[in-house]
């Protein structure tokens, strides 16, 4: 409940900084509510923190120091805090650091009611330099929302000298502006676009769903291609209605440019968005709009779920079984479940997004917990691609190559009838091993248990788990001897040299994360394919995830083996997922799509569930093999990682650890390990893990919290939590 206090009164105040719990502090001048944001003296600094309840008392009053003063931002909603605390003892994450995910703009504190921002003026400038045009380009993409000089220069990497020179040629105009001004409005009574029977069925669900007004989660599955977008708007439009906010979370940034045409299509007007794409100007004003509920929408990444909406009413998740919403890093948390438990909190729909859902959701979904639509059909003429195996086993390829005659073929008719054609490589830079032919050394990272892959657009050797760089050597760095080093197996880039050998004539774009320095860089190569510019795509995971390439009509896998090797557990679901979604790309407009997969398996029962499309099928045999090993969804696990820079300190820990599993087995759950991650040294640090596993209803995160008090770390000793991992590297 939201509480006065007045001034004087005790108040305990959450701060962002390390501390656990709340402080205590005297209401200023003026008074405080539950919720406020305030700025606190803490020793000699002052911090930002957030006004938790009643102080606790029983210190001297004299030496408890007033706030020193109340923020001007819309105090933190009750539900609002409860969601962090939940999640914070969910994910067992300090609160503070859960509050410093929750306030995550800039420049909270501060104040100008006004700044210098600039816009265009129209006029070209005189003289076209690169640099000018850099810059005209960077003001372009952000579609007339103001920009400081300072950002402008960053975004589009000039010296501020350009941007001084281009306001003085009067290219661009420099005024004050007003900070934090509202979002343009959505009109949710626009007219929608005509949808089919099975979306308008879907869309009507969603509607009453949402105008209920209570919490609820629908898994909304739709074939790659059939129109899911469409539909999930019709749920924001309800919400919209409703004169409640909708938030939108997209995998992936690339994304985002052709969803936000599609807003401005249905609503008139783009939506907030909110990603490490967007300027902190941009980030500051949304998260006080947020406050106010002068943003009706928001399109963002995982962390917009600690954004503090004023009304909630509905999440949409997209892509639901994208492994990038779990958050490895920090506070680990997967985005797809909190949204859920912030749903539930708050009284909002959730709807999750996918061809391809997670086991947990479709089970989930099966078992009734959550709703579900199913739209079975490509939105009007498209059709579902064809989808064939290619038996490598009786492919004859010279060595060093990696595209079959019967992929190069179909390649061939695609092109020479003006199509496109993918070729997917999960793979990143030319080759992942770099060997020595006179000694059979494996260039490794020294920082790392892992092997340096070479990125020859770079002409450097690079280590995936550190980043850590170096030239490729001329001498093998064991045995000296010189020349002899040579490339094992294909990435992207190999491919892409194969493919010019190949198709000499043909326009080849390569799409890989890390060749891309900016999100709107590859947003850019994305739009210049979409409209024909490239005739072989080769593409990393990221070509997987919901894009629309008309021209694209055939997908080639390279090695649809590749993700089926190795233990983990998850490992028959992901590759299901992806190479549903990778072969989703073919197909999409008039011309029907193929996709070929090669394999050294074709009697593989994963590929020949991906072949067949009998995903109901794949999904319950899938369920049934966890349900048997107590796996989640039907067990519960908790990683640990331990990492220090000795490794028989990590080991001692660790096996002390696993020793005193008292508390967890008083909840009937397993410690197993320790044992070396797959991944045994990262930046100089040994890692070692455990295992926990637990029945569903145990409860997990108190007794972990128990099991890991019990234990002193030795400094620098570094142990992470991780509930529900998703991966085990
Ligand atoms: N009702 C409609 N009217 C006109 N065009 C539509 C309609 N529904 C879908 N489309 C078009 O069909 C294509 C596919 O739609 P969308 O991107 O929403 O599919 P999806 O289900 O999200 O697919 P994926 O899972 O592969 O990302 C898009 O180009 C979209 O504009
Ligand atoms: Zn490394």
Known sequence: MSERFDEGQLVGVLTTEPLGRPLDYKAPEGGCVTGDLVEVPLGPRRVLGCVWGKGEGGFDPARVRPVTRVLDAAPLRDEMRAFLQRAADYTLTPLPQMLRLATRAPDLAAGPATRRVLRASGREPARETEARLRVMDALDAWHGARVTASELAAEAGV?????????????LIEEDAPRDLPYPHLNPALPHKELSDGQAQAAAALRASVAGGRYGTTLLKGVTGSGKTEVYLEAVAECLRQGRQALVLLPEIALTAGFLDRVQARFGARPAEWHSGV??????????????????????ARSALFLPFRELGLIVVDEEHDTSYKQEEGVLYNARDMAVLR???????????SATPSLETWVNADSGKYARLDLTARFGAAELPQMRAIDMRAERLPSNRWVSETLAAQVQTRIAAGEQALLFLNRRGYAPVTICRACGHQVGCSECDARMVEHRFLKRLI??????????????????????????????????????????????????????????????????????GADIIIGTQIVAKG???????????????????????????????????????????????????????PEHPVIRAILTGNEEDFWRAEAAE?????????????????????????????????????????????????????????????????????DRTAPLQAALAEWAAQIKLPTNLRLAIDIDPQSFL
């Open 463 to 532: 280590c995936h788990q550190c980043g850590a760089s170096r030239p490729v050597p001329e001498a093998c760095p064991a045995c000296s001897v010189e020349g002899r080093m040579a490339a094992v197996g294909p990435g992207v880039e190999r491919l892409a040299e194969e493919v010019a050998e190949r198709f000499p004539e043909a326009r080849v774009s390569v799409l890989s994360s890390d060749l891309f320095t900016t999100a709107r860089a590859l947003k850019e190569a994305i739009e210049t394919i979409a409209a024909g």
């Open 159 to 171: 010296s501020s000298a350009v941007i001084k020179g281009l306001v003085k040629a009067g290219v």
């Open 343 to 353: 749903a539930s909190i708050c009284g909002a729909q959730v709807v999750l997004a």
């Open 626 to 694: 966890r349900r048997m090993a107590g796996a989640p969804p039907y067990g519960r696990m908790a990683g640990i990682i331990l990492s220090h820079p000795d490794v028989a300190v990590v080991f001692d820990v660790a096996a002390e650890l696993a020793r005193r599993d008292g508390p967890l087995r008083a909840i009937g759950a397993q410690v197993w390990g320790p044992a070396p991650a797959p991944i045994a040294r990262v930046r100089g640090r040994h890692r070692v893990r455990l295992l926990v596993k637990a």
């Open 279 to 300: 300027t902190s100007t941009e980030r500051r004003r949304l998260w006080r709009m947020i406050g106010t509920g002068d943003a009706q929408l928001v399109v963002g």
């Open 547 to 601: 894009h629309n390439f008309p021209l694209l009509t055939l997908v080639g896998v390279i090695d649809a083996d590749l993700g089926l090797q190795g233990s983990d557990l998850r490992a028959a679901e992901r590759t299901f997922q992806l190479m549903r979604q990778v072969a989703g790309r073919a197909g999409r407009a008039e011309k029907p799509g193929t996709a070929l997969l090669q394999t050294h398996q």
